[in-house]
């Protein structure tokens, strides 16, 4: 089975108290810090997500252990990390990201 991938409702702009706001405010918290296949139920939510962006930025300037953020499992973030030491806050590059203002590429 595919899934069609769902246009969230991206927020134009940075939302600094994003945790409100989130597709997820309103879950079970314990359905997002799962593991295995159930990690993937946990990712459907974050498909839908104003502030997906925020999420996975405050995660991976945080190094967050477990869990899904931003649409992102643990090993997700970890490989990302990895694969950008140079980036020193996620929060900036992917602010500019959303706002257009960004040079280059993630």
């Keep these: 089975m595919t899934l069609a991938p769902l246009a969230p409702r991206v927020l134009s ?3 600094a108290d994003w945790a409100q706001q ?3 405010a309103n879950q079970d918290p314990d359905a997002l810090f799962v ?3 159930a990690q993937r139920s946990a ?3 974050c498909r839908s997500c104003p502030v ?3 999420c996975l930025a405050d995660a ?3 190094r967050t ?3 899904v953020w931003g649409g992102m499992t643990q090993r997700e973030r970890r490989a990302l990390l990895r ?3 140079d980036v020193e806050s996620w929060a900036a590059l992917l602010a500019a990201v959303k706002d257009g203002k960004a040079q280059g590429g993630c």
């Design 13 to 15: 702009t940075w939302v």
């Design 65 to 67: 252990d477990f869990g």
């Design 52 to 54: 997906v962006a925020e």
């Design 22 to 24: 989130g597709s997820c």
């Design 83 to 85: 694969s950008r030491p």
């Design 35 to 37: 593991k295995g296949k």
């Design 60 to 62: 991976l300037d945080s």
């Design 43 to 45: 990712k459907l939510v």
